[in-house]
């Protein structure tokens, strides 16, 4: 059992940045996080949950949704057993929850599709206004 974890929401005026992270919590499950793709959801109100970015477990492949590209940047540290999503210039429209999702199958061309993920986390709230 894998328990994702978000951190760092908050809120941040346009243009701004934050980094949310994305911990497995306890040893047993950071030992599994660690092989395991993980992506990044997100959900603003009245709007379906929509891909926002993804990594291989290696740190090798990532792939990110048209309305991020340039701006927002995922990494790992399996070290750590945690993901992060920095996002730069952000913009009203970027206010949503934030999701983590991990699973063994999640690789190239399947980090789009959330049923690929076995354990999501409870999200984190990222709100962008002037």
């Known amino acids: 059992q894998v328990q994702p974890v978000e951190s760092g929401g908050g809120l941040v005026q346009p243009g701004g940045s934050l980094r949310l992270s994305c911990a497995a919590s306890g040893a047993a499950s950071g030992r599994t996080f660690r092989t395991y793709g993980v992506g990044w959801f997100r959900q603003a109100p009245g709007k379906e949950r929509e891909f926002v970015a993804g990594?291989?477990?290696?740190?090798?492949?990532?792939d990110y949704a048209d309305s991020v590209k340039g701006r927002f940047t995922i990494s790992r540290d399996n070290a750590k057993n945690t993901v992060y999503l920095q996002m730069g210039s952000l913009k009203p429209e970027d206010t949503a929850v934030y999701y983590c999702?991990?699973?063994?199958?999640?690789?190239?061309?399947?980090?789009?599709?959330?049923?690929?993920?076995?354990?999501w986390g409870q999200g984190t709230q990222v709100a962008v206004y002037s």
């Open positions: 999702a991990a699973g063994p199958r999640p690789g190239w061309g399947t980090f789009k599709d959330f049923n690929e993920y076995d354990y």
């Open positions: 990594i291989s477990w290696s740190g090798g492949n990532t």
